[in-house]
């Protein structure tokens, strides 16, 4: 038995997804003829109050063509020193759609209002224009962490001053849900497009959908296209999603325990420096000093558990669907059993 931590992406289907998946009733949704796609395109849309949701292979491909709907050649994208769409997406910010991105310097993924009125170009014709912020909910170089709804409010409304769109890169948006008690509803009203992954801690195989307004969606589909990201029978997949819908998003609230009693355990351990605060199904930690990274990961793989370093020291754990009871207790046992 292999425990993997490194991510919540590590998921198989349940048996209950699979049926649900041979079950599907598929098309060409390239003619738009997948039933099922479409049913989850218009599940999601109705979910977030938003006219249009689009399917897409990869929570990438949604965050690129968000970025490409909103910018022009040689404008800035908003956004925090660690989000994804910088970090973790091969630069297709550059590649794809010709901007630059302003780094805010924040706190575990995040920034306030004010950081972002600082980071606004000026009007003159030798600056970049600023055309997009981005935020991320919850953070993932920011471990797990949840943004205050009401900063985000306050960011919309400078993006409203300043004609800005504003984009969230919702990968783990249902684990910030579950874990602040909000809804999307609340979410829908406030972004123009809203990027959200099936494959994290909903636990599908593949799929990410992009939701968002009318006039901002209508060419979606032609840059997803110019992306390679048409298909076909793809209703297989969307009928993981919305057995994941139904099924999945509540448990994540599970996940967040697990996460919680780690944290709790690692921070009473001698050879651990740090942990970072755990809100969703993310745990950051750092070892002392004397303790070898590698060593570390070395022990937990010779007891068949996975972890990954995250840079600078940091390492990480992410819970999810395929993590259980039994696990956990072991995990935790062998933690505290590790001698340095
Ligand atoms: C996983 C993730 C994505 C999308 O990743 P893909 O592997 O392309 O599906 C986007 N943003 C964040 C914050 C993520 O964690």
């Not at 849900?177 to 959200?196: C, P, R």
């Not at 209508?218 to 999603?241: D, E, P, S, T």
């Not at 599970?254 to 755990?278: F, G, R």
Request: charge should be negative.
């Amino acid at each position: 038995m292999i425990i993997d931590l490194r991510s919540d992406t590590v998921t198989k289907p349940t048996k209950g997804m699979l049926q649900a998946m041979m079950d599907a009733k598929v098309g060409d949704d390239v003619f738009s003829e997948d039933p099922t796609v479409n049913e989850l395109e218009d599940r999601l849309a109705n979910m977030f109050g938003k006219p249009k949701a689009l399917f897409f292979p990869s929570g990438s491909m949604a965050n690129q063509t968000a970025i490409k709907l909103h910018t022009n050649p040689g404008e800035q994208v908003i956004c925090d020193k660690y989000a994804h769409i910088y970090n973790y997406e091969a630069g297709g910010a550059s590649f794809n759609s010709g901007v630059s991105c302003k780094l805010i310097d924040g706190h575990r993924g995040m920034f306030t209002a004010n950081q972002v009125e600082e980071a606004i170009n000026p009007d003159a014709f030798y600056y970049s224009q600023s055309s997009l912020v981005e935020i991320e909910n919850t953070t993932n170089k920011g471990g797990g962490a949840c943004w205050d709804f009401k900063e985000i409010l306050k960011i919309k409304e400078i993006c409203d001053a300043h004609h800005l769109g504003f984009h969230l890169d919702g990968a783990r948006l249902w684990n910030a849900l579950v874990a602040k008690n909000e809804t999307t509803m609340q979410y829908g009203e406030v972004f123009d497009t809203i990027s959200v992954c099936l494959s994290k801690g909903l636990g599908c195989p593949v799929g990410s959908v992009l939701i968002g307004d009318t006039d901002i969606m209508k060419h979606a589909i032609r840059v997803r296209k110019i992306f390679g990201g048409n298909m076909r029978q793809i209703g297989y997949l969307a009928a993981a999603g919305l057995y994941a819908l139904d099924n999945h998003i509540d448990r994540l609230e599970e996940d967040h325990l697990k996460a919680k009693e780690i944290e709790q355990l690692l921070s009473n351990l001698t050879y651990i420096k740090t942990v970072e605060p755990v809100e969703t199904n993310i745990v950051i930690f750092e070892l002392n000093s004397d303790v070898n990274e590698k060593t570390f990961i070395q022990k937990l793989k010779d007891n068949n558990i996975l972890i990954i370093g995250m840079g600078s020291n940091k390492l990480r754990m992410v819970t999810h669907l395929d993590y259980t009871d039994s696990m956990h207790d072991y995990l935790l046992s062998i933690l505290r059993s590790l001698k340095f």
